[in-house]
Nanobody, 123 residues
Framework: QLQLVESGGGSVQAGGSLRLSCAAS????????MGWFRQAPGEEREGVAS???????QYADSVKGRFTISKDIDKNTMYLQMNGLKPEDTAMYYC?????????????????WGQGTQVTVSS
């Protein structure tokens, strides 16, 4: 089945930037949407950003204006550009893929998940 691998995480000072990548292998077929989620220790996994094949996007209020989700169809890769990072952005970040017509930040709507990449923002 579809496999997803995240990369690009690391440690950065507050106000810095990181770009996460999610490489996909396999062909799920149908209409799909892609997304980024994050989970801090002791917290519930939350949706960060989502994008549909045709480009429509959705963002969590906490990251609007700072994060940008994008995709490269030829490379089967999606990205999360994170600017103006804050300590509260510290979490394990996961990429995910689901089937549907619109982007969504609902965790249960996604079928395929990567193993995560750690992002740590120090103050």
């Amino acid at each position: 089945q579809l496999q997803l691998v995240e990369s690009g995480g690391g440690s950065v000072q507050a106000g810095g930037s990181l770009r996460l990548s999610c490489a996909a292998s396999g062909h799920p077929g149908g209409n799909i949407f892609m997304g980024w989620f994050r989970q801090a220790p002791g917290e519930e996994r939350e949706g960060v950003a989502s994008i549909r094949s045709l480009g429509s996007t959705q963002y969590a209020d906490s990251v609007k204006g700072r994060f940008t989700i994008s995709k490269d169809i030829d490379k089967n890769t999606m990205y999360l550009q994170m600017n103006g990072l804050k300590p509260e952005d510290t979490a394990m970040y996961y990429c995910a893929v689901g089937y549907g017509l619109l982007p969504t930040l609902v965790r249960s709507d996604y079928r395929f998940w990567g193993q995560g990449t750690q992002v740590t923002v120090s103050s």
